[in-house]
C-alpha cells in the first residue's frame, strides 16, 4: 500500500512518530534477569583466583577448594553468560527493528560501545568477557543476523561440538553459545520459557546424567581440568543443568526469594561486572590474597561483594530504570537521553 500524500485533501495529517528516547523500554523476561544474575556469582569466583595470582596448587597436588571449583565452577558459568550475551543480543535487535529503520546500525553501534567498555576494563583485568563479546558480535551475530533462526540454530550447536572436540572448550566455546543464544532470541523462545516447563525438566534430566559422566572422566586428571575434552563437556553440561535447574525452580514457591536476589543483580549486569572487579582490585590485597592459598578468605570476599551488590542493585532500581553503565551504553547506542528515572506517583 503507498504512503498517502501528506496534507491531501481530506485526509489528516499523521502524527510524527515519538523519539525513540521516549519510547517505553520492552518488558523485561524475569527468568533471564535471574538467569544472567546466577551466572555473575559464578563469574565472581572464577575471575578472583587469576586477578590475585593466587595459587592452587601444593607438591602437584590441588588443593581442595580450587578442586571443587573445577568440578562446580570453573567452565561451568561463562557459557550461561555467554548464552545470555546472544539472547540479549538478539532481542535488542529485534525490539531496534520495531523503533528503528536501520536496526543493524543501532546494533553495530551498541556492540561498538560495549567494545569500548572492553577496552577499558582490559586495563583493570586482562582477559575480561566484554571486548570479546563485542568482536564476536561484530564478526559472527552481525552477519548471521541474515539468517532465520532455524539456520542459526544448528550453526550455533555446530560451533559447540566443535569447541568441545577440538579446542576443550574455554573461549573458543563463546562463538557457538553467542550465536545458539542469538538464535534462541530470533525464534521467540525466551518469551514463552513459563510455559515450557515439561521441556525444560527433560533437558535438565539428560544434562545431569551427562554432566555426571563427563565429570567422571573429567577426575581421571585433575591437574588437567579445564585443559581436556571431558572437562569442557562436563563444563557445559552442568552449564546446561545450572541453568534449567534454575528454571525449574523458578516455577515453585522459591520464585519469589530468587526473583529478589538474582534479578537485581542481572537487570545490572554489565554495571555489576566491572564493579566487581574494581571491588576486588582495591579489597583483594587489603585481605592477604594476592599470591596466596587464602581460597577460604576468597569465598568470603566473593560472597560480601554479593552482598552489597544485590542491596544496591535492589536499592538503584527502585529509582531506576537501568543500572548507571546499562543506561550509559543505551544513551550511546541510540545517540540519545534516554530518561531513566522512575516516576513516582
Not at 553468560?81 to 543493524?104: I, T, W
Not at 573461549?171 to 510455559?195: C, D, E, K, N, W
Amino acid at each position: 500500500m503507498s504512503n498517502p500524500i501528506p496534507n491531501a485533501p481530506g485526509r489528516v495529517p499523521a502524527a510524527p512518530l515519538p523519539p525513540v528516547a521516549a519510547a517505553p523500554p520492552a518488558k523485561r523476561i524475569v527468568e533471564l534477569d535471574v538467569l544472567r544474575g546466577f551466572a555473575l556469582c559464578g563469574i565472581l569466583l572464577v575471575n578472583i583466583p587469576p586477578m590475585m595470582h593466587m595459587d592452587r596448587t601444593v607438591d602437584y597436588q590441588v588443593l581442595p577448594v580450587p578442586h571443587v571449583f573445577d568440578m562446580f565452577v570453573q567452565q561451568r558459568f561463562f557459557p550461561v553468560f555467554s548464552l545470555l550475551f546472544g539472547v540479549g543480543f538478539g532481542l535488542f535487535l529485534a525490539s531496534a527493528g520495531q523503533r528503528s529503520a536501520h536496526p543493524r546500525v543501532v546494533f553495530l553501534r551498541r556492540l561498538v560501545v560495549l567494545a569500548g567498555f572492553g577496552i577499558v576494563h582490559q586495563f583493570l583485568q586482562p582477559g575480561e568477557a566484554l571486548l570479546p563479546y563485542a568482536i564476536l558480535g561484530l564478526v559472527v551475530l552481525l552477519p548471521m543476523s541474515f539468517l532465520p533462526w532455524w539456520a542459526n540454530l544448528p550453526i550455533g550447536a555446530a560451533l559447540i561440538a566443535a569447541s568441545t572436540t577440538f579446542a576443550s572448550g574455554g573461549i573458543s566455546l563463546v562463538p557457538g553459545m553467542m550465536l545458539t543464544g542469538f538464535a534462541l532470541a530470533q525464534s521467540g523462545l525466551p518469551a514463552t520459557l513459563h510455559r515450557r516447563g515439561g521441556q525444560i525438566a527433560i533437558v535438565f534430566a539428560v544434562a545431569v546424567v551427562a554432566s555426571a559422566g563427563f565429570l567422571v572422566l573429567q577426575e581421571q586428571n585433575p591437574l588437567s581440568a579445564g585443559f581436556t575434552h571431558s572437562s569442557a563437556a562436563a563444563g557445559l553440561f552442568m552449564a546446561i543443568a545450572y541453568a534449567t535447574g534454575l528454571l525449574l525452580l523458578m516455577r515453585t514457591p522459591a520464585r519469589r526469594a530468587l526473583s529478589a536476589v538474582l534479578e537485581p543483580l542481572g537487570r545490572m549486569a554489565l554495571t555489576n561486572y566491572v564493579t566487581a572487579t574494581l571491588l576486588v582490585l582495591l579489597l583483594g590485597p587489603l585481605v592477604g590474597l594476592w599470591e596466596s592459598a587464602a581460597w577460604d578468605t576468597l569465598i568470603a570476599l566473593a560472597a560480601g561483594i554479593l552482598v552489597v551488590q544485590i542491596v544496591w542493585s535492589r536499592l538503584w532500581l527502585a529509582h531506576f530504570r537501568y543500572g548507571p553503565l546499562e543506561w550509559v551504553w543505551r544513551c550511546a547506542t541510540w545517540w540519545s537521553i534516554v530518561p531513566n528515572r522512575r516516576v513516582t506517583a
